[in-house]
């Protein structure tokens, strides 16, 4: 059996529009009209009056106004953005001084499986290697100065183009990172300061692909056999490969992956009991070089930071006053360049962004993959750029590792309410001098900290969003 | 022209055809027609130019933005879990049959997203580009809904190598990754 798709949707339609003709009402045209006439006349006044309702909903006291800062580059040492206490000074390249001790790394262990601490790198992992599934680290840098860190983000998902169905489960805490060096695996890393053991299904594409960003510190690992080995000191200065990999659980046969896994927390082994397959999903290597030597590695930034819960922002309404930003939702910091331009009306506003979580440990979210701006005239929202889109992914984001929206450009439109959300018209915005405000759209917002996950605030039956400083555009 | 008589004009001429084509999208006869009332309500709400002549074009995107509306407020930002689509009755009334009415079923497994994506692919011969353009999603994104949308529909009605996504160049935006 096999239906031509393009055939059949043409027959269909041909069918239906048949049908429609000699079997149905004719559309209501006076009705439609009059629907049409009266949003007319409501666009009109609301425009003529400008609304009053405030929407920028903020909670508690934690009305967080920011001054501008700085943009915040990727960088392999973060500074941290928020702090209320001394923090050290994590962009000073340590100095190298005769009084520290010798690094020590671990020995190759032929007898270990890859991955492990020791192990060689053309060992054979622990389960056979699966390619149907990729695993992906970006390292933002290819240096870092030793106890710094490198900022990554990392996937784990099927690869492009999908030639068959695979139903699996991948470790909810993200990729696993072999540092290797002269063939031996002399670090580990993780996107999880201390990962555990939950797997995370995954059946489909709609937002159940995980992007994870994290500071990943290079640091001896621990063989666990009593020697001499320097297990935790920030490793010496030289070049090491970073190796992605994951332990997965394939389901070939299985139209989803088991129900369970997405209603419990479930370990490899018992994900692998439901009918899986345990095996390795493993990446391409990257290469980074360590300069300097350190004794110690630095602590993650946000760590002293206390996590505030409460400062939250809806999306501004269309026809309201403009919002009150930047305004960081459940601590994430956007940064927008350039902060100013001049453009002809219907040319894309292209601009290169950073959101960086600001907060303790890491925040786990569903996010737009895109960057929207609200428009301002004359203190009214008269603009915005969100289409209606369910292409949402989840998003692991640990303190100072930002996600990168680079060089995104969107057309500046006029405002329409749908459904109680603001959506652009579509109609490119007329000559003026207008006020963008950007704006990350997400939901969800939780933090994973190391005692356990806290609900951040977040408006009600509406997406949260968190507000960039506004840029000056003049449309010609 | 006045508005009004370009609005009567197109629902003449053009109604049976966007009616079609919103059937094509939501599966049944009534949910089509009303999917066309509401994205002409949009269309001509907006003060739009009497002049346009891509006035039919612009509604067809206006339907197919509707359509995707009504499951968004429902689930954007809101579900964990995959879309699922409702399974919705085959309309009897567009008078399918045999391995037309096979397909219409089995467009009903996708969801909403995944079906827009099969129709701009297979009804309007858009490229992956420009689908991921006219939903305002990425390339990639694209990809993957057609790739979910051929593991549904294959068990159904046999091999759709239509549906595998071709190794285009997916548009550079989004989240480091």
Known sequence: MNRDLESALEELAARAEQSHRSRRAPLPVDLITARARRGRRTRGALVAAGAAAAVVAVAGTAFAVLPNLTPVPPAETPTPTVTTSPTPTPTETPTPTPTLAPVVLPPGNPSLPFGACGSLADAAPAYPVDDRVDVRITPATDTLSAGGFVSAGGVIERPMPFETYLAYAVPDDGPSVAVVKDGVVVGTASFSEVAGDVTAGRSGNDGEVTFFTSLLGLTVCDPGDGGPVTAGRPLPAGTYELRPWASIVTYDGLPEAPAELFQDSLTFEQAAALGGTPATAVGEPTTVTVTGEAETQQPLPGADVPLDTTTFAAPPACGAPAPVAPLRGAMLDLQVTPVATTLASGEPLAVTATVQYTGPDRLRFYGYERIDYWVVQDGVVVGVTVVANDAFSQYDVGSGAPLVFSEWGLVLTSCVTESGYPLSTGDPLPAGEYTVYPAWAFSDPVARTGTGTVEMLRPDDIYSVTLGSPIPVTLT | ?177
């Open chain 2, 1 to 177: 022209m006045s508005w009004e008589a370009d609005l009567d004009r197109l629902v003449t001429d053009r109604g049976p055809a966007l009616v079609a084509y919103a059937y094509l999208l939501v599966g049944d006869m009534a949910s089509a027609e009303d999917l066309v009332q509401d994205a002409l309500v949009r269309t001509y709400s907006r003060r739009r130019p009497e002049e346009i002549t891509w006035v039919e074009a612009y509604v067809r995107r206006t339907i197919l933005h509707t359509f995707l509306d009504g499951y968004r407020a429902k689930t954007r930002f809101a579900a964990v879990t995959p879309l699922v689509a409702t399974p919705e009755a085959v309309d009897d009334e567009a008078s399918v049959a045999g391995d037309r009415a096979d397909v219409a079923r089995a467009l009903t497994t996708l969801s909403p997203r995944e079906r827009a994506c099969v129709v701009l692919r297979f009804y309007d011969d858009l490229t992956l580009p420009e689908i991921g353009l006219r939903l305002d999603i990425s390339a990639g994104a694209v990809k993957r809904y057609l790739s979910d949308a051929r593991h549904k529909l294959e068990p159904l009605l046999g091999p759709q190598p239509g549906l595998a996504a071709e190794d285009v160049a997916t548009i550079t935006k989004g989240g480091a990754r």
